[in-house]
């Protein structure tokens, strides 16, 4: 079972997901979501997050940035595996990113937004 729904009160559901266990510690990893509605719309809600699960697609709720996302990408990622020169470039095209879309929250970052 990757989640499932509680009713909190009349009209508000907390859909509980799985999402594994934490490689570190062994604990298991669980995201609340809050919904306000009728049973049915928390289960639609529960089905799609699940999908995004499955597909790879979801992300976890933050306050972290798009910009905050791109640095530390580059930084600790990026700059590993590719020659400094790659690397400025792609530092180069990060700039205008950061400049552009930086201020957005990564988890409300949408293809309107890039187009």
Do not use: C
Request: aromatic share 8%; hydrophobic share 30%.
């Amino acid at each position: 079972m990757r989640g499932h729904i509680k009713q909190r009160s009349k009209g508000s559901w907390s859909i509980v997901l799985d999402l594994g266990r934490d490689p570190s510690t062994g604990k298991r990893k669980q995201q609340w979501v809050t919904v306000r509605g009728t049973k049915k719309e928390a289960e639609s809600k529960l089905a799609e997050l699940q999908h995004q699960l499955n597909s790879g697609g979801y992300i976890k709720p933050s306050k972290q940035t798009f910009g905050a996302f791109l640095q530390r990408w580059l930084d600790d990622y990026i700059s590993l595996h590719i020659r400094p020169t790659t690397l400025e470039a792609y530092w180069q095209r990060g700039k205008h990113l950061i400049n552009g879309l930086g201020h957005i929250p990564l988890s409300e970052l949408r293809p309107d937004h890039i187009h």
